[in-house]
């Protein structure tokens, strides 16, 4: 700008706010209007593609989610539900590339008006190359990730609002949208409440307990196979995480058999060898509550093995050393260096496995199938809050129940991962500077 | 000589300790190999040695016009392979975009993903199927892997932009001057350092769809395009005909090689993990 | 520029939202490919010959189940109505446990079938669902089929089924431990004291003890599932605490006792136990027949289920049926193929396949093996599994049994578990 552009005249009589309105017109009019044409062309040509190909889909998806169909049968209220959302998520991409345009199309017009000099185009077409690399790079994840994790949330929070059960279920009959419907019967109708707090507490107790034990395993495990006076540590390495390498279905199942009261192996031989009579693994809650756990450390500890082995070799001596120094026991320099260190730089993925096991399905249902029964209770009781969710709705086609404690669930799974994961970083952030 | 003592001791407490560990790992692990060669279809047995064994179950997985088998081993290594490929595609570039550049949304769209992928997803699996049936992929392969390729990206691009971020930039810088873009420079220079962080996203990959069977029994109907983990499920969920011999049959031939896999991965995937996980 | 963000988004969804009801007279609109009728069959109960289709399609879609003997058997049947009728006939093999689930997206996808396969007690689930329409059957056609299929296969007086077979379960026992069958169930308790050795894992009789098995303790004591008016189930009438039911339930936990039944047996174990020799009458279902019968050859027997109260026992009979999809573009030729399917010669077939018996009254008489006749007399005092989707809660009733098998009060677990029940219903919506 230092230098005086010779035709200043006609630069400053170009009008930013004109370019913007007909760019909101349409997408690409503000660009021919700051001689762009190439630009200008690429946007109406996308405008132009966008309205040909999903107007109609568009205009279908928004009268479905919003009346969910009127003429039952006709009508299919579940993919009504689902264009309509996708057909959001479309708009919303639109909507975004639309007011890129629109503001690229005001940004150009005001550096046209303040002097500045169209570069040739092939220097235009690297600069908007090396501007745009970091979207290139991640627009096909991000479009990806919007329609494989996004959109299906987006459905089951919508159905949490839908009556969506046996008796309202299309092709027949047509879902309706109700509110907050569900939420309230959750806390009023008996089969709901009865059952609710118990099984939260247990889903807690389960959570903390089984992966506690699982890191603090894979932890022990991790220190002792550590030490340089061990030898054969690839073989011992691999025998450890060996457990991680069947799928989890299988394993759970043959425990399942294994911990039979009758004729599971595990009362037979085991116990048969220390003359301990048969006990109830599978008929008494609290054994199977310690069957659960311990069977859930089996399968999760060597993932957590592999991590803190990781971790431990990239701890530098010298801390060891320094504290061999000053006279430190070994439980010291477990304690203030080793710890520490480990549990710092693996934070984050141990939130993800209290997470994980919180809303761990397979394990519950296949082993025991949440049982055994507990009397004056829908819940077994080993049942966590998911896999009670899954038997009660399920059973009975409840999917607006289902999606309406899913989506409990999830709130508080969330709520508790995002204070952890902040205090982690937090955390981090202050060592960091110290 | 004291402290020697001590010493031996200690090793010898310790290698007690894994010998049990050992135990409890290879006790299941043993009557699951002693039940695939058992006859009949029960998964009970009075011992862990079969009295009769036999290779029946094995044959027949191979064999038997009844079985798919090998059709089901080849959809899983194709299934495994693709989304695994394309996962390191996907996921070294949206890692490389979070790591390098700054851009809108940059930090706080990785952790919302994050945190939304902790949603349990029972009802959501009724919006793929809708969706995948919308795109015509519905009962192909290849619906499938989209799912898995796209599920897992934010995981695996923030362990992947944590190690990135552990590679200097000046590296990038000195590359720059030398004239090379963004491209040469990822491909080039970063991508052979982060080789270790990449095997793990690679190998998670590969065995997601060996392991999972609720996915695929939604999206795949042909008896003939399942995954191993579907088919060999279906084997124990059936009411009154139940094969568990054959079930375990099929699932120590997945589980052999993955074993091996996991053995020869072994110091990548100690390496990648802590330096990844560490620093996101 | 949020501002501005917000304002175009509304803007946009303003227009949509004007510009887009769909165009009704277009059938089919709504959704992609669907298979609909143009005549949509919304609301009148409509008949198949409502639907004005006569023209011969190309093609038939069947599910069937995945079970490779039934698999094999309906190929087969099919290959000969190809040949009879030049329409191919495509077989999918789907789990019948997962069909409807299936058929409720993939029929209005336009990925459904003509013909699918379930067992009768989910007909209510399906009706309820429109998943299936009701059938016309003529006097003749309906001969095909034996009056207590044909019963099972009815919902609120419309017949929806076309029955292939029948299935229930009896007592099989092993002639080399027991030689005379006893007459009563409770005289099994008696014979367990000489064969039943827990610790050896022999056992005079074994069943396991859940709702599905032990419903002859419940009925012959004057207790019931629904009761019924007018042939309809009515679901706000338990029986199953009433004053027969618990006593009923109170014999069943004494009978448990005395024979000896270990409360986590499960079918896996019971098939293991009995196959080996261990065991002498075990109650179990047709579906287990093949697998005994080649490894106990002629030591294995067959009968009813010994009396219960000194009445027959009843079992549960599910009958397995083809349903025309209410989504299939040719119910005409479907019906045809389904009668096609379950006449005297295929039953013959699918029989000697399946070797399940069939609900054709002419093939059920042509069995020649000795084995069925304990099934046969079964089925004769059995009772239709209750096809009405309220059933589903009362399976609670599982939990009930594990209860009082392990000494709780009878009177209070049902009680309680009727109760449940009666919330479930309540909650399930309708």
Not at chain 2, 203 to 226: A, C, R, V
Request: contains cysteine; negative net charge; proline residues 5%.
């Amino acid at each position: 700008m230092e230098e005086q552009p010779q035709s200043a005249l006609r630069h400053q009589t170009h009008r930013p706010w004109l370019a913007m309105l007909l760019s909101i017109l349409f997408a690409g009019l503000g660009q021919l209007y700051n001689r762009s044409y190439i630009k200008g062309i690429v946007f109406i040509v996308i405008e132009l593609a966008f309205i040909i190909t999903f107007a109609d889909f568009i205009g279908l998806g928004l009268w479905g989610i919003a009346t969910l169909g009127t003429i039952p049968k006709l009508d299919h209220s579940i993919f009504l539900l689902v264009y309509g959302i996708l057909s959001l998520i479309i708009l919303a991409i639109a909507a975004l590339i639309y007011v890129i345009n629109i503001r690229d199309a005001k940004r150009q017009a005001e550096q046209i008006r303040n002097g500045w000099k169209r570069p040739p185009l092939r220097e235009a077409i690297k600069q908007a190359y090396m501007n745009s690399f970091p979207y290139l790079l991640s627009v096909p994840g991000f479009i990806l990730l919007i329609f494989v994790v996004i959109f299906p949330l987006l459905f089951a929070i919508s159905l949490a609002f839908t009556n969506y059960d046996l008796y309202h279920s299309p092709p027949r009959n047509l879902v309706d949208w109700v509110g907050f419907d569900n939420f309230v019967n959750l806390v009023t109708v008996p089969i709901w409440n009865q059952s609710f707090l118990k099984v939260l507490s247990w889903t807690l107790v389960w959570t903390i307990v089984s992966t506690t034990l699982q890191i603090g395993l894979g932890l022990f495990l991790a220190v002792l196979v550590n030490d340089k006076r061990i030898k054969f540590k690839r073989l011992i390495r691999t025998i450890l995480i060996l457990p991680w390498a069947i799928p989890n279905f299988v394993t759970i199942m043959i425990f399942s058999a294994l911990f039979n009261d009758q004729f599971g192996a595990i009362n037979r031989t085991l116990l048969g060898w220390l003359n301990i009579d048969p006990l109830p693994w599978l008929t008494d809650p609290l054994y199977t509550k310690l069957a659960l756990i311990s069977i859930q450390v089996w399968l999760g500890f060597p993932f957590l093995f592999a991590l803190f082995t990781g971790v431990l070799q990239s701890i530098s001596h010298d801390a060891y050393e320094a504290a061999d120094v000053d006279g430190g026991t070994r439980w010291q320099k477990f304690r203030y260096i080793t710890l520490p260190h480990v549990l710092f730089a693996t934070a984050p993925l141990l939130i993800i496995q209290y997470t994980a096991n919180f809303n761990n399905f397979n394990i519950i249902y296949l082993f025991n199938g949440g049982g055994p029964a507990v009397r004056g209770q829908t819940a077994g009781g080993t049942d966590i809050l998911i896999s009670w969710v899954y038997k009660l709705t399920f059973t009975t086609n409840n999917y607006n129940m289902a999606a309406a404690i899913s989506l409990i669930i999830g709130v508080i799974v969330i709520v508790f991962a995002f204070f952890q994961f902040r205090r982690t970083k937090s955390f981090k952030e202050e060592r960091d500077q110290s | 000589m004291n402290h020697r003592l001590k010493s031996k001791l200690e090793v010898a407490g310790i290698y007690g300790i894994i010998i049990v560990m050992s135990i409890i790992i290879f006790y299941p692990l043993a009557w699951a190999l002693g039940l695939s060669f058992n006859t009949g279809t029960s998964l009970y047995s009075s011992s862990i040695i079969p009295k009769e064994p036999t290779l029946e179950h094995y044959r027949w997985l191979f064999t038997s016009p009844e079985s798919n088998y090998v059709t089901w081993y080849k959809n899983t290594l194709i299934v495994s392979s693709v989304s695994c490929l394309l996962s390191i595609i996907f996921t070294s570039m949206t890692a490389y975009a979070l790591s390098r550049f700054q851009f809108v949304g940059r930090k706080s769209g990785m952790y919302a993903f994050l945190l939304l992928q902790m949603f349990p997803v029972m009802m959501a699996m009724v919006a793929l199927y809708i969706f995948l049936n919308l795109i015509g992929l519905l009962n192909t392969l290849l619906g499938l892997i989209l799912i898995y390729v796209g599920g897992q990206i934010p995981f695996n691009a923030w362990l992947v932009k944590g190690y990135l971020d552990t590679i200097s930039r000046e590296l990038d810088d000195a590359a720059k001057i030398d004239g090379a873009g963004p491209i040469r420079i990822f491909v080039q220079i970063l991508l052979p350092l982060i080789t270790p962080i990449l095997a793990i996203v690679a190998l998670t990959n590969f065995m997601l769809p060996i392991f999972d069977f609720i996915l695929p029994s939604i999206i795949l109907h042909d008896k003939s395009k399942y995954t191993l983990a579907v088919g060999l499920y279906n084997f124990v969920t059936e009411k009154y005909s139940s094969n568990f011999t054959v079930f375990t049959a099929g699932a120590i031939l997945i589980a052999v090689p993955i074993a091996a896999i996991y053995l020869f991965l072994q110091k990548y995937f100690i390496s990648g993990l802590s330096a990844g996980g560490t620093k996101g | 520029m949020k501002k501005t963000l917000m304002w175009m988004m509304t803007v946009v969804v303003a227009i949509a939202l004007t510009a887009c009801a769909p165009d009704r007279e277009v059938p089919g609109s709504n959704n992609a490919g669907s298979g609909e009728n143009s005549n949509g069959t919304a609301n009148n109960e409509g008949q198949n010959q409502g639907k004005t289709e006569t023209e011969k399609p190309d093609k038939l879609v069947v599910w069937s189940n995945d079970d490779p003997n039934q698999l094999a058997a309906v190929e087969q049947l099919a290959q000969g109505y190809t040949q009879a009728t030049g329409i191919t006939v495509e077989i999918v093999p789907v789990s019948g446990s997962e069909q409807v689930q299936k058929l409720a997206l993939a029929a209005p996808a336009g990925n459904g079938p003509d013909l699918f396969y379930q067992p009768q007690d989910r007909l209510g689930d399906i009706v309820v669902q429109g998943l299936a329409d009701p059938v016309a059957l003529s006097e003749q056609e309906q001969a095909q089929y034996s009056e207590a299929a044909l019963n099972a296969v009815q919902y609120e007086g419309e017949t929806y089924g076309f029955p292939i077979s029948v299935e229930t379960y009896a007592v099989y026992y092993n002639k080399a431990l027991v030689d005379q069958l006893p007459a009563s169930l409770e005289e099994v308790a008696a014979l367990s004291a000489e064969l039943t050795d827990a610790a050896n894992d022999k056992y005079a009789f074994l069943m396991v003890p859940d709702f599905y098995y032990s419903i002859p303790f419940i009925t012959n004591y004057g207790g019931y599932i629904f009761g019924e008016a007018d042939g309809k189930y009515d679901p706000s009438d338990l029986g199953l605490n009433n004053e027969g039911a618990v006593q009923g339930m109170t014999a069943y936990a004494q009978f448990v006792k005395d024979t000896g039944i270990p409360a986590t047996m499960t079918i896996d174990v019971m098939d293991t136990l009995f196959l080996e020799g261990k065991v002498g009458i075990v109650m179990n279902g047709l579906w287990a027949m093949k697998n005994y019968a080649d490894k106990l050859g002629d030591q294995l027997g067959t009968a009813s289920i010994p009396t219960v109260n000194g009445k027959a026992a009843p079992s549960f009979v599910g009958v397995k049926s083809w349903f025309i999809s209410s989504y299939s573009e040719h119910p005409t030729w479907a019906k045809e193929l389904a009668l096609y399917l379950t006449n005297a010669d295929s039953s013959n077939l699918y029989y000697a396949k399946t070797g399940e018996i069939p609900a054709s009254p002419d093939a059920q008489q042509a069995i020649d093996n000795e084995l069925y006749s304990g099934f046969v007399d079964q089925i004769e005092s059995g009772m239709p599994m209750p096809n009405i989707p309220e059933m589903s809660a009362v399976w609670n009733m599982d939990s009930a049994i594990d209860f009082i098998v392990q000494g709780d009060n009878p009177q209070e677990v049902l009680d309680e578990t009727t109760q449940q029940i009666k919330d479930q219903i309540a909650a399930s919506g309708q």
